[in-house]
């Protein structure tokens, strides 16, 4: 009923940029936040920046100065703006969102397929 549609992921060199985005569509009264999370092989999946309803953002410190995200309420669309890659930020990014259903009572959490970023020379 909700999915979760990525796109923007890809090949960089380092210092490079990459404008992740990310879309939500289905059954949906509300999105309370929404964002992003990576895993890269052999390591836990962490958390990258998340940002809520209100705008109210959340930095993880290995990204912070050089990652930006932002959303589109309008559209349940969010974003995440990579500039300066470095060789660690390769990963597969996966969108979250937590969502509340048209025929829904609380929020659920979604995730999309994941989208390989890719940063080497």
């Known amino acids: 009923q909700v999915q979760l549609v990525e796109s923007g992921g890809g090949l960089v060199q380092p210092g490079g940029s990459l404008r992740l985005s990310c879309a939500a569509s289905?059954?949906?009264?509300?999105?309370?936040?929404m964002g992003w999370y990576r895993q890269a092989p052999g390591k836990q999946r962490e958390l990258v920046a998340t940002?809520?309803?209100?705008?109210?953002?959340n930095d993880a410190a290995s990204v912070k100065g050089r990652f930006t995200i932002s959303r589109e309420n309008a559209k349940n669309t969010v974003y995440l703006q990579m500039n300066g890659l470095k060789p660690e930020d390769t990963a597969v990014y996966y969108c979250?969102?937590?969502?509340?259903?048209?025929?829904?009572?609380?929020?659920?959490?979604?995730w999309g397929q994941g989208t390989q970023v890719t940063v080497s020379s």
């Open positions: 289905g059954s949906i009264f509300s999105i309370n936040a």
């Open positions: 979250y969102a937590q969502i509340r259903g048209m025929r829904g009572l609380l929020e659920s959490d979604y």
């Open positions: 940002i809520s309803s209100r705008g109210i953002t």
